[in-house]
């Protein structure tokens, strides 16, 4: 692989981790919410778990096609 995608490779999976800390951050205050009864912000703070959920996964979803390009059948 290219030292140029390689090193795209690794910034994307960087930024995986990111947004996957910022969703269990995310969890953990509506967990705090859920246990004090305020129901909207842990809908809130839930709301932005997904958000982060889902840019990791279109991350993964473009080191995927990277991939799929260098396999070998």
């Known amino acids: 692989m290219p030292a140029n995608t390689m090193k795209k490779v690794r910034q994307l999976y960087e ?3 990111q947004e996957l800390e910022s969703a269990a951050t ?3 205050v509506a ?3 859920v246990e004090a009864s ?3 912000r842990a809908c ?3 709301m932005a778990v997904t958000g982060h ?3 990791a996964e ?3 979803g473009e080191i ?3 991939h799929s390009g260098k396999a070998r059948v």
Do not use: N, P, Y
């Open 58 to 60: 279109r991350m993964l």
């Open 64 to 66: 995927a096609e990277i």
């Open 44 to 46: 809130a703070h839930g």
């Open 31 to 33: 967990a705090h919410h």
């Open 38 to 40: 305020d129901i909207a």
């Open 15 to 17: 930024r995986i981790a």
């Open 53 to 55: 959920v889902r840019k």
């Open 26 to 28: 995310h969890s953990q």
